[in-house]
């Protein structure tokens, strides 16, 4: 069975700071999948990491992948209030892959709050 | 474009009675699902779809049903509804290359008591 788990679940900082969020998962996949959602609201997508060593970028936000430790980490940069949300990572299964459906099990989901 | 609605935003059932959760998309996509997210949790997929007919059970599935019989509408029907439905419904689709994200609808607040 695919467990995905996320630390911290919580993670309080101050703006300008540097902070990272793990996302480990148990068993083999290769595609790794990072969302944020705002309070009360929908998921928005923020990163698709496909292979070993992908990395992407965008602004204060950058995500990495490693298979082989089966880790995923979204690292934030000078963080700024408007980054407060929870993030999700999302693993999708590769023993049920078929018709190109993606089903994903979810971490836990990390609650981020940034401080002025 | 609307991209991805669901109805209604909110919604208290008894216990026992039954509804259908509406989920529309205009992206022409042919992958839907459906997650229920759990207060401080992450998603579970209930059920999905690869197509017009084609469904299949996904991580949760039980006391729900879904049909697909458009490209654009997914429903979800809970029969019987139970306290443990309580819970937030996330309706998303993807298109075909699986090396694409899954783009979500506004979801749905449901309350059993």
């Known amino acids: 069975e695919l467990k995905v788990e996320q630390n911290p679940l919580f993670l309080s900082m101050q703006e300008g700071k540097n902070y990272t969020i793990y996302c480990n998962y148990s068993t083999t996949s290769d595609r790794l999948y990072w969302y944020r959602q705002d309070p009360g609201k929908s998921l928005e997508s923020l990163f698709v990491l496909l292979s070993n060593g992908a990395v992407k970028q965008e602004g204060r936000l950058m995500a990495s992948l490693d298979t082989k430790a089966r880790l995923s980490t979204l690292h934030i940069t000078a963080a700024v209030h408007d980054l407060s949300a929870t993030y999700f990572c999302a693993v999708d299964r590769v023993e049920y892959r078929s018709q190109g459906a993606q089903k994903l099990v979810f971490g836990q989901g990390t609650r981020l709050t940034i401080n002025p | 474009n609307a991209g991805v609605t669901q109805t209604p935003k909110f919604r208290i059932l008894k216990i026992g009675q039954s509804m259908t959760l509406q989920c529309a998309q205009d992206?022409?996509?042919?992958?839907m699902y459906w997650y229920r997210q759990d207060p401080g949790m992450g998603l579970k997929l209930i059920y999905y779809s690869v197509g017009a007919g084609i469904t299949d059970k996904g991580e949760v599935p039980n006391g729900y049903n879904v049909s697909r019989s458009t490209t654009e509408d997914f429903p979800l029907r809970l029969e019987l509804a139970a306290p443990s439905q309580t819970s937030v419904y996330f309706c998303?689709?993807?298109?075909?290359?699986?090396?694409?994200?899954?783009?979500f609808g506004p979801g749905t607040r449901l309350l059993v008591l």
């Open positions: 998303a689709t993807s298109r075909d290359s699986i090396q694409e994200t899954q783009y």
């Open positions: 992206m022409n996509h042919n992958y």
